[in-house]
């Protein structure tokens, strides 16, 4: 009854490993159930070389079964079982191929090479009875001892400095094979950092440990040392008792029959301790080694469902929910597009309308300043060909500039527009062409040559008899007085001189009127020039500003329908996926949940203990 306990818990184990998939973990709980229903107790003796094992083993049943001496180390692990007649073999299996793994439920059948008694020593070594190119080999000793009549078995290990390297030799030297696992390390100096290690994880994997001490008989204060190895062995959190015993002094009292001698090696509290360990197999053994199965079982398919709970939680971030809110995102980023592209063309092309009038504006006036100069000392009446062409070509040449600009910042804005979309890439500028038209000098107004007055020959006659009248009557007067008649020299020369200042005048005076009107007549020009160009550079940004707007809006209206597509395939992939998760995590929770139940079943065999780290509260 009470081991059907621990066997449904184990048969428990072994369920929740096929349904997991977990044919490893499968073949490791049959095989510690097998090992668990074995009523002989199998003790591993492990630790670094030159530590005594061999001796020790020798020293349980007061008999040289294992080679012991300078120059001999144990290469073989070796197995000192009970038998009848004393024998030794070499057990060897066949090599390792790659269709078989160390857990693999396919039979192995081994090969028993007999050695002779004397040629233990050579087995032990590996130089006898162990065929090359063989696979995992140890030495099967059996002797008609009495404590090995009641099911102890004893394994004798090569040294090492690491659990790994236990593996190396086989199952026959592997602490997960055993019930009970003593490490040996003598009394001449405390536990190294290798032996604690060791039993770090030893104590981990493997329910019953036991440190060793020998070789008490070689050190006077081995009492201080137990002391400190326990000291060490509770700081390090290792729940392994320390006996100290001497192999020498168990089998000197073995040949002298002295009890007292016997008790002071310190054997007889070993051997009871292996005696209770052989006692309780069935029972306490056996209950704490599945509470070691059923964490180590949990934490390997634990392990995995944590992970993968992570991971989709992690995708959960970077999967489809996050691409729904990157496509919610993108679509809040085009409506501030929108708005960007459109205040950047608005402001732009009303920047654009005001620097092309006043630059137009600025060309003319350098014109009409030019004008002014030419015609306060030129007369229009001479050279007025030459002076409307060079107008006319001034006027052309200021348009055409006007107009390059035009192009020019036109380019500009559509450029500053674009640049709004420029986290799309591509592309994105209109297929537009401004140029200069090739008939932009006739499109322009022709000046028409103003109404010019002439001073005429008759009329400088007029002019000058008019001027020299006065002076003749004026001077006439006067030298009648001296008696001179009115008409002479003096009266006509002034006269004529009068006269000749009447013309001059007359002619400065038509000059000015002249050149006021061609300046007036010019102004009028310039100015329907400028009325005429501005509309048409009005009119053109305004062309380019709705074709700008049809452009970009379309690309809008194009983008918003992709990343709008984007938007419902995201959301229909991230409701898809959310349910999927959703339905994988509540079947991943409640496998945990189940781990979670195994193993507090599993601990209330040994009295309980938390549970692993990876269940936690989540499961």
């Not at 095989?31 to 001796?55: A, F, N, T, W, Y």
């Not at 602490?175 to 290798?194: C, H, I, K, N, Q």
């Not at 709008?564 to 959301?571: D, H, Q, V």
Request: charged share 25%; proline share 6%; glycine share 6%.
């Amino acid at each position: 009854m009470i081991a059907a306990i621990w066997l449904d818990v184990l048969d428990e184990i072994a369920r929740t490993c096929s349904a997991h998939g977990r044919g490893d973990l499968l073949q490791t709980v049959r095989q510690k159930r097998v090992q668990l229903l074995d009523p002989r107790l199998r003790v591993l003796i492990i630790g670094e070389s030159h530590q005594g094992k061999s001796q020790l083993i020798n020293a349980i049943i007061n008999a040289p079964a294992c080679p012991v001496g300078d120059g001999r180390t144990t290469v073989l692990p070796t197995v000192v079982q009970h038998a009848e007649v004393p024998s030794a073999a070499v057990v060897q299996a066949p090599p390792a191929t790659p269709g078989r793994s160390a857990g693999s439920a396919v039979p192995v059948t081994t090969e028993r090479i007999p050695v002779p008694l004397d040629k233990v020593a050579a087995g032990v070594a590996g130089t006898l009875g162990r065929r090359a190119g063989g696979g995992a080999a140890h030495v099967e000793i059996g002797l008609p001892r009495a404590l090995l009549g009641t099911g102890l078995v004893l394994v004798d290990t090569p040294g090492t400095d690491e659990v790994a390297a236990l593996g190396a030799a086989g199952p026959t030297a592997a602490p997960a094979w055993a019930d009970t696992v003593l490490l040996v390390s003598d009394s001449t100096r405390e536990l190294s950092a290798g032996e604690l290690t060791m039993l770090l994880h030893l104590a981990r994997s493997h329910p019953n440990v036991v440190v060793v001490q020998t070789k008490t008989d070689l050190v006077p204060d081995w009492r201080a040392v137990a002391e400190r190895n326990r000291q060490h062995l509770a700081d390090a959190g290792v729940p392994a008792p320390v006996i100290p015993v001497s192999a020498v002094l168990r089998l000197r009292a073995a040949v002298v029959d002295d009890r007292e001698l016997n008790a002071e090696s310190g054997f007889p509290l070993l051997i009871a301790r292996l005696q209770r360990d052989l006692a309780g197999k069935s029972d306490r053994l056996a209950r704490a080694a599945v509470g070691v199965v059923a964490r180590t079982v949990v934490e390997q398919l634990a392990a995995p469902l944590r992970a993968e709970l992570a991971s989709q939680e992690a995708e959960e971030q970077s999967g489809p929910i996050s691409r729904l809110h990157a496509a919610q995102r993108e679509v809040d980023e085009l409506r501030r597009c929108s708005m960007r592209w459109q205040n950047t063309l608005a402001d732009e092309m009303a920047d654009l309308l005001s620097d092309i009038e006043y630059d137009l504006r600025d060309r003319t006036r350098q014109i009409l300043r030019q004008v002014d100069e030419a015609f306060d000392e030129a007369d229009p009446l001479v050279g007025w060909d030459a002076f409307q062409e060079w107008l006319e070509r001034s006027l052309v040449e200021a348009a055409e500039a006007n107009h390059e600009w035009l192009v020019q910042r036109c380019d500009w804005a559509a450029r500053r527009v674009a640049d709004t979309f420029a986290r799309y890439g591509g592309d994105v500028l209109p297929p537009w062409s401004l140029a200069t038209p090739p008939d932009l000098a006739d499109r322009l107004p022709e000046i028409e040559r103003p109404q010019i007055d002439r001073f005429t020959p008759s009329q400088k006659l007029i002019t000058g008899m008019r001027g020299s009248y006065g002076g003749l009557l004026m001077v006439g007067l006067a030298t009648t007085l001296a008696g001179m008649p009115m008409i002479n020299p003096l009266s006509i020369g002034v006269g004529a001189l009068f006269g000749g200042k009447s013309i001059h005048d007359e002619s400065r005076q038509l000059l000015r009127r002249r050149q006021a009107t061609v300046k007036t007549a010019i102004q009028r020009h310039v100015d329907d020039f400028f009325v005429r160009v501005t509309k048409e550079r009005r009119d053109g940004a305004r062309q380019v500003q709705r074709m700008l707007r049809d452009h970009f809006s379309a690309l809008t209206e194009e983008l918003q329908e992709a990343i709008i597509r984007s938007f419902r395939s995201a959301k229909q992939a991230a409701d898809t996926d959310a349910a999927a998760r959703d339905q994988r995590q509540r079947e991943i929770r409640l496998k945990m949940t189940r781990l979670a139940t195994l193993f507090e079943q599993a601990q209330q065999l040994t009295g309980g203990r938390p549970a692993p780290a990876s269940l936690g509260p989540r499961a």
